[in-house]
Each structure stands twice: as C-alpha cells, then as structure tokens.
C-alpha cells in the first residue's frame, strides 16, 4: 500500500448547515466531493494529528462508501487511530458519549438524521470536537474556508479492507483501527444518570406498557439493550428496531405526520401508556401519552421542572437553554426554579459553550430535541428515560403531568407551520423583504386582527467566547400577546423551506383544553399576511404542520 496525492479542486457549497454538511447522495457521489471536504476538515482540524478519531452513523446508503474514503484519507493524513462502530453504527448521541469517555480527538458523524435515505435521499457529515459537540460555528466557518482552496488530498491507494462487522482490532496503513460496539459507552452512562431500579419497577409493574418506535433509524439496537434488556421492558416494545440504510422507505422524523405506527398505535382503544420515536441518528424524541401528544417545548419544560429528582443531576441544576424559536415554557420553570435560562440560535452547535462552562446542564430544542449535560448533543433516548424517571416518580398518565404542569405554569400553545419545497430564490425573497421592512413594521393592524407591536431579527452574542452569530430569525410580536419567528431552514438539501414558529401563553385553565389550531389560528394569519408568503411563494398554506 502506498500513499498518494491525488489532484482536485474546490467545491464551492460544501459550507457546512444547522447540523454539518447536508447533501443528496448524488451530490455526495460526485468524484473527489467527499473527499474535499474531508480533506478541509484534517487540514482544519489539526487535534486529530495523532489523534483519535471516532467514526460512525445511523447506517443510511452510502455510509460503507465513506467509511472506506475516511480511513483511508485518515490513514494518510497522520490520525493517530480510528474507532469504528460495528458495520459502520454510532448514533449522534452515542458518538458524543465516545468522545468524550475515550479522551478522543474529535468525531465524523455519517448521518443527514430525519432526512430521507436510500440512494435517491440524503447523506451527511458533521465533524464533533473534543467535547463531544459539534464544531462550533468558527470551526465549521473555517472548515468551509479550507473547502474553498482544496487542490488535492491524501489517500491510501488501496482500499481499507476492515471488516465492520466484526468488532476487532485492523490497521490501514499503519493506523491502528479498532471496530467497537457502539451500544456499550452509551449504555454505562446512562446507567450512571438513571435510577435504573426504578425504571425497572415501573417497565415491570405490570400495570405499565410502552412502545418505542426506531423508525428503521439507528437508535433500534440502544433502545432494544437498554429499554428490553437493561430495564426488563417486554420484547417487543421496540419497533422498526432494524437500521435500514434507506430507513425502509420511510422518513425517519419523529413527528405526528411521519411517525405513523406510533401514532396509530398511540391513538386507538387498547393504547399503551407511552409512547416514544427518534429519528435516523438518535437525537430526536417525540413523546407520547396514551390518546396525548407532548409537544416538544412543553417536554423541555416538565423535564426541566424535575431534572433535580433525577440522580445524575440531583442539587446540581443552575441553568437551562433553548433555541429561540423553542415556546417560553421552559423560561416560566427556569423562574419558578431560579435557574439561569438562556436563549441560543437554532442548532445544537450553540449550547456547547454554554454546557462546558457548567452555565446550563439542560437544553432544548421545539423540533424534537433535548438533552443534558451528560453529553453534547441531544439525545431522544435519555429524553424517553427522562420521561419514564417522571412517571415512575409520580405513577401518573402522561396527559396528568403535563396537565398538571399548565395549571401551575400556565399552557404555551405551539405550533410550526413548514413551507416545504420553495425554491431558494423564493425563501430568500421573502426573508429579504420582511427585513427591509422590520423598522416599521410595529403598529401594522392586519386582517385578521392581532397588530404587530414589536419586529426585530435575532442575533446572539455567545457569552463564554463572545462570538457574535447574526440573522437567525425574524421575531414578531402581536398585541394578543402571541409572539411568532420565521427563519429558512439550514438542513435541507435543495430549495428552501420556510419556518413559521407561533406560540401564545394562556393562563385560564378553562381555555387551556382548546384546540391549538384554533387558539393560533388569527395570529397564522396575520403572519401570512406581514410576511406576503402567498405572493412570494404562492401557497396559501404550510405544507407541515407540527
Ligand atoms: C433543524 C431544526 C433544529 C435542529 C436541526 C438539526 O434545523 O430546526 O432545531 O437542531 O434541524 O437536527 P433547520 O435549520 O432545518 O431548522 V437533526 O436531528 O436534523 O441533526
Ligand atoms: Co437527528
């Protein structure tokens, strides 16, 4: 074997996103396209020299190729060693956990999480830091920077030739490589943070069932060896528990619109109690009660209300984070508390700061993430242990705890409303536009009643490093009280999607039980209306609703 370099030049789109760079399979199989990128992220991220390196994903199409690319331009480019999960398997989380139990250098997630796979879907790559999280936003800046001036990369000529699914110890060209389980790490912590007794007493009651749904992700094996095995859920309560690299067709986004055999099954006569899904890499949750779904704020909320009940945190909570756009639910708790709360920026990358310097040990996000300080990113199966610690604790019904939450903190109705499939011009347009007219904007009367009192576009000042990250969203406020964001999304693949978040705080435990559609249905379309979405995009109406 040999080492070799072979010529390029750059790409000019691999920018990395909200969550790493976020490509289609077609585009990721462009000759030298993976290869760039990886390049500008060895020549970026100079820890790794000597190094160790830990690499894996949520299985999807496409992920043998890279692994394959990845050790052999790591082998080549001076990594000290490489950790592999077993055929090629880490969920976000669990990577994180690796990181940082290990000592590693840092960590390639192979991954575009709820996106679809197969090949006609997408793939990704995200590089994570020492501390398990991902590269903050100097590092992806300069990672991009380097992207732009790849002339050429270095390569072992032959193949890696490691068997993946073999845990094992191999080398490739001289770089030890080590094949792990990438379940084990990720199971001793969570036995660390958890009253695990507890949970078993509660999964082996027999007066309580629960269902968790993969969604052909990568979190099935973590759920099956912590949910079946470790806690003495019955088989069975994992389903879609086998990672498919096209995630059997499906969109593995744990949300009510495509997590369809959890939601019929959490919807009908015979129900379970609970219910739970992540998504392709394990990040996400969704929970679910009997006949109940928990929105996602409002989860960060009640889990942020009795993280100190929880073992691995008990009279060590001082602060919580959320990203902008995530419902205030979580500010009343961290009030009542007197925990410090914060306000980030969409994507995980935000709370690192915040989480190394012990400021915050709970964060949260409104699309279905949330985690502690326990690792760097979030994690939809320690959220589902949250859950379960809260109701073995309170032997309640979910829909009891989180009504019983409103009535002491009042309801923060939510909604996000997505325009899926609008083409970039079309996004950019409209954000364009509303900006040019954010300074007059308060005062506007709308058709549909509510009046703009408030306009301004968020930016955020990390208070750790004081790195200044600008233009993360439009927030308007009405004089119903209601407060709404629009941002584009930055983890699509191609066009644009517009996200409208909506909220709006009600005290009165008689109006509580509203329906939220109705409760935000005028403030939607005042929205509409300051923004012109109908004569920018030409849609009348969101495409998603959550
Ligand atoms: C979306 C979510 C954001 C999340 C990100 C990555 O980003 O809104 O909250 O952190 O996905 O999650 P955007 O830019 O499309 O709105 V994951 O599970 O896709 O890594
Ligand atoms: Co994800």
């Given at each position: 074997m040999a080492i070799i370099e072979e010529v390029s030049s750059p790409f000019e789109d691999q920018r990395p996103g909200t969550s790493g760079l976020r490509k289609t399979v077609e585009q990721f199989s462009q000759p030298r396209y993976l290869e760039n990128f990886i390049q500008a992220v060895l020549d970026t991220c100079t820890e790794l020299q000597g190094g160790t390196l830990i690499l894996g994903g949520d299985g999807r199409y496409y992920t043998e190729t890279a692994i394959d690319t990845i050790l052999r331009m790591a082998a080549a480019n001076g990594v000290g060693r490489v950790l592999v999960g077993r055929d090629g398997l880490f969920s976000t989380p669990a990577v994180s956990a690796t990181i940082r139990r290990r000592g590693a250098a840092g960590g390639l997630l192979l991954t575009a999480s709820h996106n679809p796979g197969g090949p006609d879907g997408d793939f990704g790559v995200k590089y994570n830091i020492a501390n398990g999280g991902p590269a903050p936003e100097p590092v992806t800046e300069a990672i991009y920077a380097r992207s732009l001036e790849v002339h050429g990369y270095?390569?072992?000529?032959?193949?890696?030739?490691?068997?993946?699914?073999?845990?094992?110890?191999?080398?490739?060209?001289?770089?030890?490589?080590?094949?792990?389980?990438?379940?084990?790490?990720?199971?001793?912590?969570?036995?660390?943070?958890?009253?695990?007794?507890?949970?078993?007493?509660?999964?082996?009651?027999?007066?309580?069932?629960?269902?968790?749904?993969?969604?052909?992700?990568?979190?099935?094996?973590?759920?099956?060896?912590?949910?079946?095995?470790?806690?003495?859920?019955?088989?069975?309560?994992?389903?879609?528990?086998?990672?498919?690299?096209?995630?059997?067709?499906?969109?593995?986004?744990?949300?009510?619109?495509?997590?369809?055999?959890?939601?019929?099954?959490?919807?009908?006569?015979?129900?379970?109690?609970?219910?739970?899904?992540?998504?392709?890499?394990?990040?996400?949750?969704?929970?679910?009660?009997?006949?109940?779904?928990?929105?996602?704020?409002?989860?960060?909320?009640?889990?942020?209300d009795h993280l100190d009940a929880i073992p691995g945190y008990r009279g060590r909570v001082s602060g919580v984070a959320r990203s902008m756009p995530t419902s205030r639910a979580v500010d009343r708790v961290a009030e009542a508390r007197g925990y410090e709360c914060f306000e980030t920026p969409t994507g995980w990358k935000f709370f690192g700061n915040l989480l190394d310097a012990d400021r915050v040990q709970l964060c949260g996000e409104e699309s279905f993430g949330t985690s502690s300080d326990h690792v760097r990113e979030k994690d939809g199966l320690w959220a589902v242990l949250a859950w379960l610690s809260i109701l073995a604790a309170s032997r309640e019904s979910v829909e009891a705890v989180v009504r019983g939450h409103w009535s002491r903190y009042g309801r923060d109705f939510y909604s996000r409303h997505d325009y899926e499939g609008l083409t970039r011009d079309q996004g950019e347009r409209l954000m364009a536009h509303l900006r040019d007219r954010l300074a007059g904007l308060a005062g506007t009367p709308t058709g549909a009643g509510p009046r703009v009192t408030e306009a301004d576009e968020f930016s955020y000042t990390d208070p750790i490093d004081g790195h200044t990250t600008t233009g993360q969203g439009v927030r308007l406020w009405f004089d119903n009280g209601a407060r709404a964001v629009l941002r584009l999304s930055g983890t699509g693949t191609d066009g644009a999607t517009l996200r409208i978040y909506l909220e709006t705080w009600e005290a009165e435990p008689l109006r509580q039980n509203d329906e939220c559609r109705d409760v935000l249905r005028d403030v939607a379309e005042a929205v509409r209306e300051v923004a012109e979405v109908k004569a920018i995009t030409g849609r009348r109406e969101p495409s998603l609703v959550v």
């Amino acid at each position: 074997m040999a080492i070799i370099e072979e010529v390029s030049s750059p790409f000019e789109d691999q920018r990395p996103g909200t969550s790493g760079l976020r490509k289609t399979v077609e585009q990721f199989s462009q000759p030298r396209y993976l290869e760039n990128f990886i390049q500008a992220v060895l020549d970026t991220c100079t820890e790794l020299q000597g190094g160790t390196l830990i690499l894996g994903g949520d299985g999807r199409y496409y992920t043998e190729t890279a692994i394959d690319t990845i050790l052999r331009m790591a082998a080549a480019n001076g990594v000290g060693r490489v950790l592999v999960g077993r055929d090629g398997l880490f969920s976000t989380p669990a990577v994180s956990a690796t990181i940082r139990r290990r000592g590693a250098a840092g960590g390639l997630l192979l991954t575009a999480s709820h996106n679809p796979g197969g090949p006609d879907g997408d793939f990704g790559v995200k590089y994570n830091i020492a501390n398990g999280g991902p590269a903050p936003e100097p590092v992806t800046e300069a990672i991009y920077a380097r992207s732009l001036e790849v002339h050429g990369y270095h390569i072992t000529q032959e193949h890696a030739e490691v068997d993946l699914s073999r845990e094992g110890a191999a080398e490739v060209e001289g770089m030890p490589v080590e094949v792990i389980d990438p379940v084990a790490d990720y199971r001793a912590l969570m036995a660390e943070l958890f009253d695990f007794e507890a949970l078993r007493d509660l999964l082996g009651s027999g007066s309580f069932s629960m269902v968790f749904d993969a969604m052909h992700g990568v979190t099935g094996p973590y759920a099956k060896a912590l949910l079946e095995e470790d806690l003495g859920a019955p088989r069975g309560t994992v389903i879609n528990g086998e990672p498919k690299p096209d995630f059997a067709g499906c969109q593995p986004d744990p949300n009510p619109t495509h997590a369809r055999d959890l939601m019929e099954r959490m919807f009908r006569h015979d129900a379970p109690d609970f219910g739970a899904a992540s998504d392709g890499d394990g990040d996400r949750n969704m929970i679910l009660g009997r006949h109940f779904f928990v929105n996602p704020s409002d989860s960060l909320a009640v889990i942020a209300d009795h993280l100190d009940a929880i073992p691995g945190y008990r009279g060590r909570v001082s602060g919580v984070a959320r990203s902008m756009p995530t419902s205030r639910a979580v500010d009343r708790v961290a009030e009542a508390r007197g925990y410090e709360c914060f306000e980030t920026p969409t994507g995980w990358k935000f709370f690192g700061n915040l989480l190394d310097a012990d400021r915050v040990q709970l964060c949260g996000e409104e699309s279905f993430g949330t985690s502690s300080d326990h690792v760097r990113e979030k994690d939809g199966l320690w959220a589902v242990l949250a859950w379960l610690s809260i109701l073995a604790a309170s032997r309640e019904s979910v829909e009891a705890v989180v009504r019983g939450h409103w009535s002491r903190y009042g309801r923060d109705f939510y909604s996000r409303h997505d325009y899926e499939g609008l083409t970039r011009d079309q996004g950019e347009r409209l954000m364009a536009h509303l900006r040019d007219r954010l300074a007059g904007l308060a005062g506007t009367p709308t058709g549909a009643g509510p009046r703009v009192t408030e306009a301004d576009e968020f930016s955020y000042t990390d208070p750790i490093d004081g790195h200044t990250t600008t233009g993360q969203g439009v927030r308007l406020w009405f004089d119903n009280g209601a407060r709404a964001v629009l941002r584009l999304s930055g983890t699509g693949t191609d066009g644009a999607t517009l996200r409208i978040y909506l909220e709006t705080w009600e005290a009165e435990p008689l109006r509580q039980n509203d329906e939220c559609r109705d409760v935000l249905r005028d403030v939607a379309e005042a929205v509409r209306e300051v923004a012109e979405v109908k004569a920018i995009t030409g849609r009348r109406e969101p495409s998603l609703v959550v």
